[in-house]
Nanobody, 125 residues
Framework: QEQLVESGGGLGQPGGSLRLSCAAS????????IGWFRQAPGKEREGVSC????????NYADSVKGRFTISRDNAKNTVYLQMNSLKFEDTAVYYC??????????????????WGQGTQVTVSS
């Protein structure tokens, strides 16, 4: 079964760090560009970051630029989102998604063909 599974969410403190993982099973992630998205309560889903299939291109939303870093380990079939300097407004459910449309540079617009189930990130003191 082809699926993406996020992990690593949880409770973080303002100024702290969390690392999210997005692991693929049933298909090879290196054929896909990957995006991270988030949705806060009462808000629309927004693109956070993306990475091209080879890792040669990355892109970030202005709200996370300089604080978040996306990376991938194709040998492990996994993409990561390192989240530093957390802010209250980073609280959301985070999703990873894969698209077979391998634009360069990568973009956070669809269509995305696979979606994970999401992982909750809560930033609180």
């Amino acid at each position: 079964q082809e699926q993406l599974v996020e992990s690593g969410g949880g409770l973080g403190q303002p100024g702290g760090s969390l690392r999210l993982s997005c692991a693929a099973s049933g298909f090879r992630l290196d054929y896909y560009n990957i995006g991270w998205f988030r949705q806060a309560p009462g808000k629309e889903r927004e693109g956070v970051s993306c990475i091209s299939s080879t890792g040669g291109s990355t892109n970030y939303a202005d709200s996370v630029k300089g604080r978040f870093t996306i990376s991938r380990d194709n040998a492990k079939n996994t993409v990561y989102l390192q989240m530093n300097s957390l802010k209250f407004e980073d609280t959301a459910v985070y999703y990873c998604a894969a698209t077979a449309i391998r634009r360069m540079p990568c973009v956070m617009t669809g269509p995305f063909h696979y979606w994970g189930q999401g992982t909750q990130v809560t930033v609180s003191s």
